[in-house]
DNA sequence: GTGAAAGCGCTAACAC
DNA sequence: GTGTTAGCGCTTTCAC
C-alpha cells in the first residue's frame, strides 16, 4: 500500500540512494537536474513518505523532544508547552506530551518512556521530588534535560527571577505603607515558592520588619483560600500576599466571604500573572501581582536545548501594580 | 555506549531472539526459568532499553497517536488533550503534541508530520477549514482519524449534545420571563457554534418568538466583549447569550461598562463551563451556563482511536443555572 | 526450548 | 553523477 524508496526509485529508473539524496538535498548540486526532477516526480506519483523509524535508525537520531509538566490545564505550563512546541515546531523537531499529574510516580515512569523513545532532549518541570534514579538514568544515557521555572541540584534551568522580583513586591508594599503583613507561600520543595517567599523577607528584613504570618499553601485556588481564612480568622493583618496568583485569587475569595472589601480593608498581591489572562480586564479587583514570561521561558529553554547550550536563564520580570493595594485605588 | 539486544543476548549467553522473547513475554512458558532468569538479570546489569525506532521498523507498528487542537493554552482544548494523554498513558502509547493555533495551513503541516510520523491514530479539533488534500492523504494512509468537539464530513466526532442543550438553556431562559434576547455565536464554520446557536434559535422558535439580535464572534473574551457592547449600545434586549463561556465574560464586561447590573438589568449566559474552572467559585456573578464534559469526550475519543470504533458518539451536557439570570437571584 | 537467518526501510561509505 | 553494498537494532519465521 504504502510505497518505499526503493519503489520511488524504481519507478524514477534509478538507485535508491539517488532517491534518498534528493529527500535529504545532499549533493544536490552535483546532480543532474533531470534526474532529480525525474525523482521529484516519481516521489509526487506516489505519494511517497519516508519512514520515520527508518531514517531514525540508520541516522542514530530522532529529531524527538519531550515535554513533561505537573499539569497541562495549568494556564502556567500550557504557556510553557506552547512556547517548546512553538520552538520545535520551527526547527523540525516532533514534540511528546507528558503529564506528571504533580506524581513523582507518574514522573518516573515518564521520563523512563522519553528515554525509550531515545529523545534528543527533555524540557522537565519537576513535580516536588523527582525519581533520582529515573534522572539519573537520563543522564547517564546523555539525555539532554533541560528545567524550566524549577530548579534542581545539577541541571540547568530556565527560570524567573523570582527573588528579585518577590523583593521588589515586597518594597512595592512597604511602600504603600503596609505593615503587618502574612504570606502563603508555595509547596515548600519547589525553588519557585521558595525563591519567592525569600525575596520578600529579603525586603522585609531590609526594611526591619518580619512577616505578620506565614502559611504554606500547594499554589492551588483552594489552598491559597483555606490558608487566607485561617489568617484572617485568627490574626490582625493588614495585607496578604500569595506565592502565586491563583492562590491570590483563593485569597480574594477569602477576604469576600469574611466581608472584607479589598483594598481598602486588606491589601492582596499574587505572583505570575497567568492564569487569569483572558479574564484580565474583567476580574475585579485587579490583582497586584509580578508577570512571568512563561511562554518565553518555554521557548527560550527549546531553543537551548536544541542548541546543546549547557548554561542556566534567569529571565526578568515586571511589578505589575493592581487595584488591590491602597495607593493604587487612592491613585486612579 | 548504549546497550544492544546483541550485547545483552552475549552478556546471558544466549542468541538475540531469546532477548527478544523475553521482552516481548513470547512463549514465555516454554522456555526454562532458568534461562529467562538470565536474560533479565543481562537486561538490568546492562541497563537495557530496546530502540523505539527498530522495533517500530520491525514490527510495522508504532503506538504514537497524534493530538492536533487550534490551542493548547485554551482550558477547553487543555482539557481534551489531557483526556486524551491520560488514555494513552494508560495503554502504553505515546502523544504528539501538535497546536495549529487556528491557523488551517498550520494545521495542514502538522497534518502530514503525522503522517510522515506514522501515528496510529489522530485526534483533531479541527480549524474552521482544514485543509482537504492533507486530509485525504491521512485517508489514502489509513490514518485513523477521529474528531472531538467538532463535526467535519466524512470523519467520525466525540461531541457535545450541543444543539438538544442549548435549545433547554434557551428554554429555561424564556422560563425566567426574558423576550428580548440576543445570541452572540461562534465562528459560522465550526459545528459547535452553529449546532449551539441552532439550538437556541429552536427553543425560541417552540415559543413563537425570534432572536432579538444576532452576532458573531469569534469565541474569544474580546469578541465577546466587542459584539455585546455594540448590542447594548444600539438594540434594546433584556438578555444576551454567548456561544461560549469566554464570550460571556465579555458580555458581562461589556455590562460592567454600560453601567448595567446582572442579573437586574441583563440578563447573561454562556456555554461550556470549562475556562473558569478554577475560579468557579470566585467570579461574580456566577454564570448560568451549560457543562460540556471535555475531558471525558477526550477520553473517550481517544479510546475509540485505540479499539478501531468507527461510529461517532455524542456525550450529555447539564445546565448550570447561576447568578445572572433573575430567577436564580431571586430565588437566593 | 533455543538458535540461525532474513529483512523491516533507510542512509552513507565506497566504488566506478 | 549515480549505483552497489552493508548495516542501523529489532522480531519472526523456520529449523533442530
Known amino acids: 500500500m504504502r510505497a518505499t524508496i526503493r519503489e520511488v526509485a524504481e519507478h524514477a529508473g534509478v538507485a535508491p540512494c539517488t532517491v534518498s539524496r534528493v529527500l535529504n538535498d545532499h549533493a544536490a548540486d552535483h546532480m543532474r537536474p533531470e534526474t532529480k526532477e525525474r525523482v521529484l516526480a516519481a516521489i509526487r506519483a506516489l505519494d511517497y513518505t519516508p519512514v520515520k523509524a527508518a531514517q531514525r535508525l540508520r541516522r542514530q537520531r530522532t529529531h524527538v ?53 531515545d529523545v534528543e532532549g527533555v524540557l522537565l518541570v519537576p513535580t516536588g521530588r523527582p525519581d533520582a534514579r529515573a534522572m539519573q538514568r537520563l543522564a547517564d544515557r546523555g539525555v539532554r534535560v533541560i528545567l524550566a521555572d524549577r530548579r534542581l541540584d545539577g541541571f540547568p534551568v530556565v527560570e524567573a527571577d523570582n527573588r528579585a522580583a518577590s523583593q521588589r513586591l515586597g518594597e512595592h508594599l512597604l511602600g504603600l505603607g503596609y505593615a503587618r503583613i502574612a504570606y502563603v507561600a508555595g509547596p515548600a520543595d519547589v525553588s519557585t515558592a521558595e525563591d519567592r517567599l525569600r525575596g520578600f523577607r529579603d525586603a522585609l528584613r531590609h526594611a526591619g520588619k518580619k512577616l505578620a504570618s506565614l502559611r504554606l499553601g500547594t499554589f492551588t485556588f483552594e489552598s491559597g483560600f483555606q490558608c487566607a481564612r485561617e489568617i484572617l480568622q485568627r490574626e490582625e493583618v493588614d495585607a496578604i500576599v500569595a506565592g502565586n496568583d491563583l492562590m491570590a485569587f483563593g485569597v480574594l475569595r477569602a477576604a469576600e466571604e469574611e466581608g472584607l472589601s479589598v483594598p481598602g480593608d486588606l491589601g492582596v498581591a499574587g505572583f505570575d500573572h497567568v492564569p487569569h489572562v483572558p479574564y484580565a480586564t474583567f476580574l475585579r479587583p485587579e490583582l497586584t501581582t509580578v508577570e512571568v514570561p512563561v511562554h518565553e521561558m518555554g521557548r527560550e529553554a527549546a531553543r537551548r536545548l536544541l542548541d546543546g547550550e549547557d ?19 487612592s491613585g486612579k
Open 65 to 117: 523532544l519531550g515535554i513533561l509538566v505537573p499539569d497541562i490545564t495549568n494556564l502556567y505550563f500550557a504557556l510553557l508547552t506552547r512556547g517548546v512546541e512553538s520552538v520545535a515546531f520551527e526547527r523540525g523537531y516532533t514534540a511528546l506530551i507528558c503529564d506528571s499529574n504533580h506524581e513523582p510516580e507518574r514522573e518516573a515512569r515518564y521520563l523512563d518512556m522519553l528515554l525509550a523513545e
Open 311 to 329: 548554561g542556566s536563564l534567569r529571565l526578568t520580570t515586571t511589578l505589575v501594580p493592581g487595584g488591590t493595594c491602597i495607593a493604587q485605588r
